[in-house]
């Protein structure tokens, strides 16, 4: 079949049925199509075929025969749209950029001024996980000037507010604009993710599926798959040579299921499959021969602890009681004035990052194993994967690959284990790629819960006692189940000085899937009961819902309810000021007051307001450590490496930025190197809102340990003081001389000496929960408020804006920050109104992307942000996490928001519109 594909002729032969996205990839290699869904939901396929955006998933390839087809790599050189992504940072991990860029590009052929309306209507099948939507809408519109000779649109940051009195010396690289080093291989769709791989003789697995949520496995026959044409290997537990389970924190995840062995959810593995092609493979499924004895589903975490529950684990049901106690309960209600209690339930959530698990594993020569995967914890990867093998860590390396996002998602093996076994087995490289449909059953999710809240205050708002009981989802098995639901439970009484405080958490398995890391990391579902109820009192005792807040809020000196006393970089309350100023401004003195739109009295609209911390690091006595070295170059360039996980978030940025502020390099002259376990040290995992504090720490301290290992070669050659050097753009300043660093690294390897520097980074001790001392290192904070519009007819919510207030520590990459902020209440707002993930009785049933109603760009109000920076001294340059704490105060100042408007209280999660008008027709 001939047809044009930029610009030039090509011969393809598709497969009958083969969709137009496969041949471009395999047949062309133009890797830069991507496949997110192959349902025609997300839109990171989008090619255009004579002249009109397709979705090339679901585009049969046979139609394109004889037209004309234009991908991301038929663009040429940058074009407008690309270099505008770049600039307004639009880009994060990459993975639907190129689906954007071509939906944009199609709309400026047709339309070279389009409205924002127009933009948003034209993107709007094209999902962005990462969501930067309004950095796309600009990105979008500052192109379409370029292209009409007008000037650029400037990039959008958010604001920084220095905290009084802290004024920092002045930096050169810190604190500026930097785009990311991978964009331009983002938006010409050069960048390599790990499906983009190809190697000689490799071989394609699939999994088979127990597809029963609770059952005993009593008969396996695969001896008709093994026998399939083109099938190399059928592997089932009984060929595992080393351990059987993996687990990040408790090895209780089972590798396979065994014959006798119990299955605990629908996408507990029974047996792998490799062959030739995928498509033999999946034939290969079909040919396996499962036999179940199904038992009692436990689909609830309160179900889960009744006693006469069956028993999912040999040690029961509970994963773990979390306690959190301070002061007298007793007392603190008998103090009270006021006295108010609620429950509140939130829904199990998926990540829906755009890129599917992929890992490939390539056996080499010298009896090794390489890991292809992108991971958010590489060395971890590497000791479950050795551990499945039964060799020692250093017998497995993991080269970690681009990763389409993670949001937590990609903590947890997912293929990693499997296709190592298929690929010891056949000695041949070995792909695992997961479709849509088995992304959503197998990987862990965000945990359901039920959150009971009992909170006494006095009538001027001062709170006495806040009581608090969580049970929480955790699924078939541990993942981070019981590190999330401690910091639901650290935080389930709010980021507010109370001096009587209990909480108990239960920590439950279910037959549910696997609940673990997710951004917000439990946080998210206990500020949702916490902020709502903080609304309830403030309607209750009739006071300003800031105002509450301002009286209880923490600060300096204050007491968490674990016993932390706080002594510096609290910032809450001046993010409450920041946005308590912003909604005067917008709506006077009332801003919380119901408001019809005029001419549609159906139509009524109010503001919320919501506030949130969250710790940075992995706290709680744990010790937390990251890895760097840093090396110069004869070339004058400078490589900083660590293992820890660029996943759009920006890591890489933030390294760079910091090392070469230590060098006085222009950012450009650093490279970074991350995720790969035998060139990189340790980072640590990429959770918790940790790497920025703590791998950007082992990465400033590495560049400090060069530069003066280096001063002191040139002191002593030169016979000068150490101090007396300088090292300035790319320059050593010796006794008024200025050598280039490239000569600087050549006098370093004539000396027989290497011009790199490692530096393992601990952060600050923490102690365990219920000891009373400083349980994490440091907090973010932040306050939001929230513009809704609610149809009293038809119970639809939209969110007209937000505006939010952070504390960051210091803003060490505002371009890198707006995406954050933006990226973060987006989803939050997903959390609040579209996103659950529904499963029945174990059975998944939302198990594809057009089953789950992640936001689209229709959805995004207009976003006001600031970033306050209240630096926290062990941070580098004064910085804290800040990737979680944006999206945890969005959901509870929308349905904050939802109650001013219509007098609806929303205490389940997600908002459910029948719901708002069944209250209403009560009304």
């Given at each position: 079949m001939?047809l044009?594909?930029?610009?030039q ?14 041949v471009?990839r395999e047949?062309?290699?133009l890797?830069?199509?991507k496949?997110g ?6 839109g ?7 002249g ?9 390839a046979?139609r394109?025969a004889g037209k004309s087809v ?5 663009l ?16 994060q ?11 944009a590009?199609?709309?400026?052929q047709q339309?070279s ?19 930067g939507?309004p950095?796309i809408?600009r990105?979008v519109?500052?192109?379409a000037r ?5 000037p650029?649109?400037p ?8 905290e009084?009195?802290?004024?920092q ?10 785009p ?7 938006v010409?769709g050069?960048?390599k993710f790990?499906d983009?791989l190809k190697?000689p003789g490799?071989l394609?697995a699939?999994v088979k599926?127990a597809m029963?949520?609770h ?8 001896e ?5 044409p ?10 595992i040579?080393?351990?059987k ?8 995840w089972?590798?396979?299921v065994?014959?006798g062995?119990r ?9 792998i ?6 498509q ?6 079909d040919l396996?021969?499962?036999e179940y004895e ?8 309160v179900?889960?602890?009744q006693p006469d529950?069956?028993q ?7 994963l773990?009681h979390?306690?959190v106690?301070?002061?007298d ?8 004035e006021?006295?108010l ?7 199990i959530?998926?990540?829906a990052?755009?890129?599917p698990?992929c ?9 090794r194993?390489e ?18 093998l039964?060799w ?7 080269i970690g ?7 937590g ?14 690929a010891h087995a056949?000695?041949r490289p070995?792909?695992?790629l997961?479709?849509?449909?088995e992304?959503l ?6 945990h359901a ?5 009992k909170m ?5 708002g001062?709170l006495?006692?806040?009581e608090?009981?969580?049970y929480g989802d955790?699924?078939a098995?541990a ?7 401690t910091?639901?439970?650290t935080?389930?009484?709010?980021p ?7 909480a108990d ?16 990391f439990?946080?998210t579902q ?5 902020e709502?109820?903080m609304?309830?009192?403030a309607?209750?005792l009739q ?5 509450l807040r ?7 000196g204050?007491?968490t ?6 002594r510096?970089s609290v910032?809450?309350l001046?993010?409450?000021e ?7 401004q ?5 801003p919380?007051?119901?408001?019809t ?7 009524r ?5 919501a506030?949130g911390?969250k ?5 709680g006595?744990?010790?937390?450590k ?8 004869e070339?004058?360039?400078?490589e ?6 660029e996943?759009g978030?920006g ?11 230590e060098f006085?390099l222009?950012p450009e ?6 995720m790969?376990?035998?060139?990189t040290?340790?980072g640590?995992?990429t959770?918790?809102s940790?790497?920025?504090?703590v791998?950007?720490n082992?990465?400033?301290y ?8 280096l001063a ?15 090292f300035?753009?790319?320059l050593?300043?010796?006794?008024g ?5 490239g ?6 390897r004539?000396e027989?000496r ?5 530096y ?8 365990p ?10 907090f973010?904070f932040?306050a939001q408020?929230?513009?809704v519009?609610?149809?009293t007819l ?5 969110v ?8 960051v520590g210091?803003a060490i990459n505002?371009l890198?920050?707006?995406?954050q ?7 939050g ?17 939302t198990?594809?992307l ?14 006001t942000?600031y970033?306050?920076?209240?630096p ?5 340059y004064g ?5 979680e704490?944006?999206s ?9 928001a939802?109650y ?9 999660l997600?908002?459910?519109?029948e ?9």
């Open positions: 001939e044009m594909v930029n610009g002729k090509v011969e393809v032969e598709p497969q009958p049925g083969e969709m137009l996205a496969h471009l047949q062309l290699g890797t830069g199509t496949i869904c192959e349902e025609a939901e997300c990171a396929c989008t090619v255009i075929v004579d009109v955006p397709v979705l090339s998933c679901t585009y049969p046979a394109a234009l991908t991301i790599e038929g040429g050189g940058l074009h407008p749209l690309q270099e505008e992504f770049i600039r307004h940072g639009a880009v991990c990459g993975f639907c950029i190129p689906g954007q860029i071509m939906t590009y199609a709309l400026l339309n001024n389009p409205s924002e309306a127009e933009i948003r209507q034209a993107l709007k099948d094209t999902l962005c996980r990462c969501a939507y950095s809408i990105a519109q500052s192109a370029r292209l009409r000779g007008e650029p649109l990039p959008v940051v958010a604001p920084v507010i220095t009084p009195g802290k004024n010396p002045p930096l050169q690289v810190v604190g500026t604009l930097q990311r080093p991978d964009a331009v291989e983002k010409s050069t960048a790990t983009d190697f490799m394609h699939r599926r029963v949520p059952a005993i496995l009593k008969r396996l026959d695969v008709k798959a093994r026998a399939l083109g099938v190399h290997a059928v592997l089932t537990a009984a060929n040579p080393g351990e389970n993996h687990g990040l924190v408790i090895f209780d089972p590798i396979m065994g014959i062995e299955v605990r959810y629908v996408g507990d593995a029974v047996a499959v490799a062959a030739e092609t995928r033999i493979a999946t034939q290969a499924l396996i021969e499962a199904l038992l009692e589903v436990i689909s609830d975490p179900r889960a602890r529950a069956p999912l684990h040999p040690n029961g049901n509970l773990k979390i306690k106690r301070k002061g309960m007793e007392q603190g209600f008998a103090e009270a006021v006295i209690e609620h429950t509140f339930h939130t829904a959530t998926d990540h990052f755009m890129e698990e890992s490939i594993a390539r056996p080499t020569e010298d009896g194993m890991i292809y995967v992108g991971s958010q914890i590489p060395y971890a990867d590497r000791n479950q994967v050795a551990r499945a039964g020692p860590d250093e017998r497995v390396h993991v690959q681009l990763m389409g996002g993670g949001f998602g990609k903590e947890d093996i997912a293929g990693q284990i499997h296709a190592a076994l298929l056949t000695g070995v792909k695992l997961f479709d849509r449909h992304s059953l197998v990987h862990p999710k965000r819960t039920q959150i009971r809240v006494g205050a006095k009538r001027d001062r006495t006692a806040v608090t009981e969580l955790t699924g098995y993942s981070l189940g019981e590190k999330v639901l910091r639901a439970t935080h389930s009484s709010g507010y000085e109370v001096p009587h405080a209990r958490c239960y920590a439950m398995y279910t037959n549910n899937p696997p609940a673990g890391a997710f951004r917000g439990g946080v206990s500020a949702f009961a916490i709502s109820m609304d309830m009192l309607h209750t006071i300003d819902p800031i105002e301002r009286r209880n809020a923490l600060r300096i204050s007491v309810n674990t016993g932390q006393v706080l510096e910032g809450l001046d993010c409450i920041i946005v308590a100023r912003e909604l005067k917008r709506a006077g003195d009332q919380f007051a119901s408001r739109v005029e001419g549609q009295p159906h139509l609209r109010a503001w919320g307001f506030v911390y710790n940075t690091g992995l706290g006595g744990a010790p937390d990251a890895g760097a070295e840093v090396e110069l170059y070339d004058g360039s400078v900083v490496r660590t293992s820890s996980a996943l978030q890591l890489v940025t933030v390294l760079r930025m910091i090392v070469a502020e006085a222009p002259r650093v490279r970074v190197l991350v790969d376990t035998d060139r040290p340790d640590g995992p959770t918790a940790r790497q920025t504090f791998s950007g082992a990465a400033r590495a560049a400090q340990s060069l530069r003066e290992a002191a070669s040139l002191a002593e050659k030169f016979d000068v003081a150490p101090e007396r050097i300088r300035v753009e790319g050593a300043q010796v006794n001389h200025s050598l280039p660093l000569e600087v690294a050549k006098i370093v004539q027989g290497m011009p790199k520097a490692f393992e980074y601990w952060a600050p001790k923490t102690q929960l219920g000891t009373g001392g400083d349980m994490h290192f440091a973010s932040a408020a929230a513009e519009e609610v149809n038809t119970g639809e919510v939209s007209l804006e937000v505006i939010s207030a952070i504390d210091k505002p890198g920050l707006q995406g902020f933006e990226g973060g209440i987006m989803m707002l997903g959390n609040a109104l579209t996103e659950h993930f529904i499963v029945e009785n174990g059975i998944v049933f198990d594809r057009a089953r789950y109603r992640m936001p689209s760009i229709m959805l995004t109000p207009k976003i942000a970033a306050v920076e209240h926290v001294e062990a941070g580098p910085a804290k996490g800040v990737g704490i944006v945890i105060p969005t959901t509870p100042a929308i349905t904050n939802i001013n408007a219509v007098g609806v209280r929303i205490d389940r997600p908002v459910d519109q719901v708002i008008v069944q209250e209403l027709s009560r009304a």
